[in-house]
């Protein structure tokens, strides 16, 4: 998928992925609210000489070497924690106080994390007064509380700009992963661009299927029925013209008998415009529902591959200029073997007999035997409006090329008539 493509999921899934990021904001907001968090209020003092002292420079840079070494001292805290009446002991006491010279400046900063915001000030104000209110080299240096802590409205801990970029971000990035799975799955190809986007090839026609897929339109030239199968005879007779012979392989992708109708009415539309035609039934095998029966009356595709005469096979069709060959009773040999050894020399038999061979082959989802038929040759591939969703379809596409055949176009089959019958 390109970006195009991307964005377009996104777009169709708007709803899932704005309902994810709220569902996802949620998680992340309920998780940081019952987390253990803790909180850092900050205190500041600083050391300076007594305008009136006469002590020079060196006692003031001790005193204030003494600072970091005292706001953390056992017998401070022991009075702080006795003025405050705290329920720490000194030692969970000292494991939050922390003092340290203020970067740039010549004071002291006292940092306090506390899991209560109001606590936190408030020993870090207890330490910084205590610090204050001490003597300092014989009263000519004076330690003065320069900042008073304040109850911190945020949490540090956890670190709220990595809980929510992390925890957002993964929101974010599964929800784009889930709408385009979701878009994936479930967007279906309803309309040309959706096929042509999809499948990388051209809509021939947009057709609606009668409730009887049994009734043949195209047996009835001139009626406005037959009239659907114009352009589409015309995009094959363009397909098959360049030579006395073409193979062109019907298939669907899903189970179901739109593609047999299609196969069988374009056959017929060829034969109609004097094309000599073979309609090859290639569904063959148990899958399909059909009993394998111990002693056929009718030679088949599946005799031909097993050494049967093609001409005992082939039977008149229901107009001039078409001829059809059943897909045969078979017995125990696999119909995979059977295509990849014999298949394309009964197709080059009847080449030289036909001009056209169409083959109804099985839906796409169902076997391989449609991309093994199709292999030097053209699929039709028939579509249900609404039936497959567009990744499907182009991985269908995909490997109908990978396995050597030509996506000749699709056919975009309405739903219209089908759900009148249902």
């Known amino acids: 998928m390109d970006v195009r493509e991307i964005c377009a999921a996104l777009w169709r899934q708007k709803l899932l992925v704005l309902v994810l990021l709220l569902i996802g904001g949620a998680v992340v907001a309920g998780g940081l609210w019952v987390a253990p968090k803790t909180y850092e209020s900050v205190a500041r003092v600083e050391a300076a000489k007594e305008p009136t002292a006469t002590a020079d420079a060196a006692a003031v840079d001790k005193a204030r070497r003494q600072l970091a070494e005292t706001a953390d001292s056992t017998a401070l805290l022991r009075d702080v924690r006795q003025a405050l009446d705290l329920e720490l002991s000194v030692s969970e006491l000292a494991a939050e106080v922390d003092g340290r010279s203020a970067p740039g400046r010549t004071g002291l900063e006292i940092t306090v994390r506390d899991p209560d915001r109001v606590q936190a000030a408030r020993i870090a104000n207890a330490v910084a007064a205590r610090i204050a209110a001490l003597s300092w080299d014989d009263a000519i240096v004076t330690v003065t509380v ?20 992390g925890g957002l971000g993964s929101t974010l990035l599964l929800a784009l992963g889930v709408a385009l799975v979701r878009d994936r799955r479930t967007e279906t190809v309803d ?22 897929l049994t009734a043949m339109p195209a047996l ?19 397909e098959t ?25 374009a056959a017929i539309s060829l034969a109609h415009v004097g094309r000599r035609v073979l309609l090859v039934d290639g569904r063959m095998g148990d899958r399909f529902g059909r009993p394998a029966q ?8 599946y005799d031909v591959l097993k050494g049967a005469d093609l001409d005992r096979a082939v039977s008149p069709g229901p107009v001039e200029l078409l001829s059809v060959l059943p897909a045969g ?6 119909p995979d073997s059977l295509l990849e050894q014999d298949f394309d020399r009964v197709i080059a038999e009847a080449s030289q007999q036909f001009d056209v061979v169409v083959v109804l082959a099985p839906p796409l989802d169902v076997a391989d035997d449609a991309r093994k038929m199709a292999v030097g040759g053209s699929l039709l591939l028939a579509v249900t409006e609404g039936g497959v969703s567009s990744s499907a379809l182009r991985s269908h596409a995909t490997r109908v090329r990978a396995a050597g055949a030509r996506l000749l176009g699709v056919v975009l089959i309405g739903r219209r008539a089908e759900a009148t019958a249902a």
């Open 294 to 301: 111990p002693a056929p009356d009718t030679l088949g595709l």
């Open 220 to 238: 009835h030239p001139g009626s406005a029925e037959a009239d659907m199968f114009r352009h589409l005879r015309l995009a094959l007779e363009a």
């Open 329 to 334: 009773t078979w017995g125990h040999d696999p």
């Open 191 to 212: 309309d040309a661009n959706d096929v042509e986007s999809a499948a990388v090839a051209p809509l021939l026609a947009h057709l609606n299927a009668p409730a009887d």
């Open 241 to 265: 013209g360049s030579g006395p012979s073409k193979k062109v392989v019907v298939a669907g992708v899903s189970a179901g008998e739109v593609s047999v109708w299609l196969g069988a009415n």
């Open 146 to 165: 320069t900042e008073r802590a304040m109850a911190p409205r945020l949490f540090v801990d956890p670190p709220l700009a990595t809980v929510l970029a």
